[in-house]
């Protein structure tokens, strides 16, 4: 029985949000038991052109959620005009810290909305209106968060693409929402990369998405880049002129505010939808509640905004909260390997929140690079992305926290919008590696395979959510039908979301990871069907399936198995020649760290390859492998072990 090792001090506590187990199960079971009232409560917080006329409807048969119908409201106006009238435009909104640390620009409440509403009118004066797509293929610079926020404005859809994504994945994904408008930068720093190429990759997109009528580029470095006349033109040049009015467009509650592609269990990523009022409400409140955000803290998630994380935690939770967020360009080890502890010190962060993975690497250059810096302002540490192990939750609690911070161990995906489960900083005494309990209004249940809800403690399961929450994306674009078939069919009545977990004899949940074939590498999400494609891309490639090993820092690693066509050899310049594919197809942070060749692949007498035991000889469990007498051709499985990589 695993014993909580963290319980908050009292000085901690008093000032909370939530500042006892016995107060969080209360307000638990009154979100549970009263959901319509208590999220009424909650969505009063912000600021409604029209009140909502019915708080629900879930119908998770049909895969039909709605929340506060009828209700009229704009996200930017929400995140901006109204902290501005309530007298905090001179506040601090926005701190950017550039990859080179001698770069940084803030931003108060009052410039963010002239900056937003400038760009809401570069957007129209292009074209865009209301329901149209508008897609960002950016680095982690300012003119991400305007852009997006300027959508939200004018009631435009943005999709934002992740910038290390290649020019076939950024066509792909422009292709399947049909973006109109296309906003990156000339090229992009990232620790020493100091020109990656987004302007030249967006080139390469844009030659094959009939429906981008226009470019818009942010300069970031100045490096010289081509500009096509007709089509292309300068953010500072259409910013200048801009008129700096431009008056929030009234959206329905659920009309969609942004599309962002996910991973799921075959090559076609999807493109997750949020509507607007749900999505912001579920934002701001977790993001206040989970993190305790107070007034004067300074708060930095160091995620990027090409994922849901940057999304919900570093734009719209905390600026509908009127924080101050921290958004940063670099990466944790550059110019060296205390980069984060020094921003930390030089902005006096107070909330800090994190993926484990970097933890990882952290941990492995010693405590030197932490001890060194002064990190007395901080009061709170979060992970989200992967389970945290022992050592890296110990590691984080101890000398990044001094033994002083509790951490929110926050587990949520793209489809939830927001939070799900996670501790209670001011409440929750905390066991490492345990999310421990739902947040307000979530009923997390373990089922088994066939269907059944497991009851009890000390039980695994598979993790379902029981019923809707305000975050909850509503739709695939354009594939309601994948996401009926995705999320509702496995089990009849429930949201399922993919992951296994246990539930130990406290009631605390850990999760153990994805149960399809989703990996997580580094804390991207990535399908192993995606990976495949781009592997069978290759010249001289047959087949190929890829499974995930556990790595000591990216937490996954990927291990490719690849049958060459007859007559070719599976030598380096092959491997190669994939890893290079791998790149173009869907970028650099899916590159396979191991491939293996083999003549063929273990598969079932009806051809299905039978990952099962792929992933026992990726993980070295080659011992014990299980049944393998239902193989069409069981000798296959010897030549596999004894060639392991
Ligand atoms: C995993 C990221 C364990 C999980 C917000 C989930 C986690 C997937 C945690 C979603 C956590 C996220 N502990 N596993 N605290 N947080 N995951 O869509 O497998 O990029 O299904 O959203 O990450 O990844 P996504």
Redesign the pocket.
Known sequence: MTKPVFTPSREWSEDAHVNSLPQYKLIYRKSKDSPESFWTGIAGRMEWIKKWDEVKEEDFVNGKIRWFKNGKLNVSANCLDRHVAEGNGGKTALIWEGNNPEEDQSFTYSELLTEVQKCANVLKGIGIQKGDRVCMYMQMVPQLPISMLACARIGAVHSVVFGAFSADALRDRINDSECKLLITQDTGVRGTKQNIPMKINADKAVAETPSIEHVLVVKRTGETIKMQSDRDSWWHEKMDTADAVCAPEPMDSEDPLFILY??GSTGKPKG?LHTTGGYLVYAAYTHQIIFDYHEDDIYWCT?DIG???GH?YIVYGPLANCAVSVMFEGVPNYPDFGRFWDVVDKHKVTLFYTA?TALRALMKEGNEPVTSRDLSSLRLLG??????KEPEWNWYCNIVGKGNCPIV????????GG?L??PLPGATPLKPGS?TFPFFGIEPVLMTEDGHEIEGNDVSGLLAIKHSWPGQMRTIYGDHDRFIETYFSQFPGYYF???GARRDDEGYYY????VDD?L?VS???IGTAEVEGGIGKADGVAEAAVVGFPHDIKGQGIYAFVTPMTGVDGNETLAEKIRQSVIADIGPHVKPDKIQFTPALPKTRSGKIMRRILRKIAEGDVDDLGDISTLADPSVVESLVKERV
């Open positions: 996910t991973s997750v995620a994922w849901i994380t919900s484990p992970t989200v992305g992967e389970p945290i161990d926050t587990w949520w995906q793209t489809e939830t939070i489960i996670t999310a979301t993919g992951d999760i153990t990871g994805r989703v997580n804390g991207h999400r």
